[in-house]
């Protein structure tokens, strides 16, 4: 079975400044894990995905996420926010190779302030 | 735009009326799914429709019930709902082979 963590539900970071938002996964077989951002009265699109390559892994927007097997983390992260960064993050996670199912964070929630 | 198309963005129905919300896709996809999203919980899987055969129910309520007349279409057909069923309801396909699913705009549901 798979479940995802999300730590933090709110987020507030000021402009230019560093976002990190963290994820943490549980799975019995090997993952694939995706961030979706989710703006006002919108569906989620796709930020980056990791799907067993680089662990590293560049999205749109100029965020990343780094998958640590050791922790069990796919945090997502950007060096300097952009005020049409706010909005709702979800982490999610499914089995490798396995595409039933996308179970999700229960989101955080980015605010970015002048 | 996704490609995938979710109608009507918005509905307001009482509880012993019944409506219906329609998904569509024209990506070629061979699987679609139903989520619910509710203020301060995580997304909820519904139904998963692969090749237009159910593969999964998540213990939803009878007063939900899906329809995949074929691979471009998805419809939730609702009926006698309660106001805890108000929620955004979200569309999505996935290709086979494809490790990127696409989400519809949702249908924002208000039971009155």
């Known amino acids: 079975a798979q479940s995802v963590t999300q730590l933090g539900s709110h987020v507030s970071v000021s402009e230019g400044a560093l976002v990190l938002l963290r994820c943490n996964y549980s799975?019995?077989?090997?993952?694939?894990l995706f961030w979706y951002v989710q703006y006002p009265n919108q569906g989620l699109q796709l930020l980056l995905k990791?799907?067993?390559?680089?662990?590293l892994v560049k999205g749109i927007n100029g965020f990343e996420a780094e998958f640590k097997k050791s922790e069990t983390s796919f945090h997502l992260t950007k060096p300097s926010a952009h005020m049409s960064d706010a909005a709702e993050y979800f982490c999610?996670?499914?089995?490798?190779?396995?595409?039933?199912?996308?179970?999700f964070g229960a989101g955080t929630r980015l605010a970015v302030h002048p | 735009e996704t490609g995938v198309t979710q109608t009507p963005r918005h509905l307001v129905m009482g509880m012993t009326n019944k409506k219906s919300l329609k998904c569509e896709q024209h990506l070629g996809h061979n699987a679609m799914y139903w989520y619910k999203q509710s203020a301060k919980k995580p997304l909820e899987l519904m139904f998963v429709y692969s090749l237009e055969e159910r593969v999964e129910n998540n213990s939803v309520p009878s007063r939900f019930s899906p329809e995949c007349p074929n691979s471009s279409h998805l419809f939730l057909h609702l009926h006698t709902l309660q106001p805890e069923d108000s929620a955004l309801y979200l569309c999505a396909s996935l290709g086979q082979g494809s490790t990127e699913a696409f989400f519809g705009q949702g249908t924002r549901l208000t039971v009155v």
């Open positions: 990791y799907t067993s390559a680089a662990t």
């Open positions: 799975s019995s077989v090997p993952p694939y």
């Open positions: 999610a996670v499914t089995p490798a190779g396995g595409y039933n199912k996308l179970i």
